[in-house]
């Protein structure tokens, strides 16, 4: 199952006198994403307000990306879009490499221990210190699993279902 959207790059702000973005790329292969890129859709996600665009040119300059759309044709256009997502249907995302997974693919995933004890059902990642943290949903309680191979031991993405090994008290946190 694929997300309805999946934000690829935000707005950082305006640039030159033609309507063009700077965008931060928000994915791990931006030229394989970008580089064919022709259609978009420019969203706030808190309001859940979208506009569709197709993309008239796309460059890069060093760690951004500089992108035309459709019907944006000023600095005042462009502006207003500052702070808003890039986002792509679900349905076109790149296929994670081998041994990679995205974070929705494990939505609703039951997490257990290596022993099958029932831990709860993933529900999202949050970016830790030094890690990111899985937030797995045990009814009212979440727990914060470090996302780290020492701990999370298998992940079975069409299963559904994740193995964790979890230090002493970790689950009691």
Known sequence: ???????????????????????????????????????????????????????????????????????VDSPESAGRLVGRLLAIDGREVLPPPPGYFYPWQLAGARVETRDGRAVGHFVGVESGAAQDLWVIADGDREHLVPAVQEIVVEVDVAAGRVVIDPPEGLLDL
């Open 1 to 71: 199952m694929h997300p309805e959207l999946v934000a690829i790059g935000e707005i950082l702000r305006a640039h030159g006198v033609g309507g063009e973005v700077r965008v931060r790329p928000l994915t791990d292969r931006p030229r394989e994403r970008f580089e064919g890129l022709r259609r978009c859709v420019v969203w706030e996600p808190q309001a859940d307000e979208r506009s569709h665009h197709e993309v008239s040119s796309c460059r890069f300059d060093r760690e951004t990306l500089l992108l035309h759309l459709t019907g």
